[in-house]
């Protein structure tokens, strides 16, 4: 195993936590910057160190570090944002994977909106469990997707705008990236 992909595995996990305390507050959530570090993280590293990192970060907040934005330690499973976090881990590998041979601003963003969906895919199902089973709210659909994604839209493609007008800027000048993929 080659240890620059390991760095950089390291150094997105490290990004992806401070990403956690990066907020921009738009009422009535606050943004965070982790998706941003995450979608880099599958287009720079690709699908197995992307998603490795993302893996590092959420094994790093359920040892005890404190790097998710409420904390960390294993308790945290039962928060119902925990699921978004799991979600990180298939979101970076999926942005990873279809980033893997196109390096255009607009399939990029097309890669990082598939990712999103999967993030999505795991999150509100995970945060519709912890909010209706076992804290007992009963909140329907329209309310769990009110309070888990609709909110976070407008700042999801800001962020998708950026990452997919960055990394290919990055991706071609600061090194042949072939030794993260397969």
Do not use: H
């Not at 590092?56 to 570090?65: D, R, S």
């Not at 790097?67 to 976090?85: A, D, E, I």
């Not at 329907?140 to 493609?157: S, Y």
Request: charged share 10%.
């Amino acid at each position: 195993m080659k240890l620059r992909p390991l760095i950089f595995t390291a150094l997105f996990a490290a990004l992806t936590a401070v990403g956690a305390f990066l907020q921009i507050p738009i009422k009535p959530v606050a943004v965070t910057l982790q998706f941003l570090f995450t979608a880099m993280a599958g287009i720079l590293l690709g699908r197995r160190y992307g998603a490795l990192s993302q893996l590092v970060y959420v094994v790093l907040g359920l040892v005890g570090l404190p790097v998710f934005t409420n904390g960390g330690g294993f308790g945290y499973v039962f928060q119902p944002s925990f699921g978004f976090l799991l979600g990180l881990i298939p979101c970076a590998w999926v942005i990873g994977y279809l980033s893997r041979k196109r390096n255009s601003a607009l399939w990029l963003a097309a890669s990082c909106f598939a990712g999103l969906a999967v993030l999505y895919l795991v999150g509100i199902p995970y945060m519709a469990l912890i909010l209706n089973v076992y804290l007992g709210k009963g909140l329907g659909l329209r309310a769990i997707l009110m309070a888990g994604m609709i909110p976070f839209l407008p700042g999801d493609a800001l962020k998708i705008v950026v990452v997919s007008t960055v990394c290919p800027v990055l991706k071609q000048r600061l090194c042949s990236f072939d030794e993260f993929q397969p």
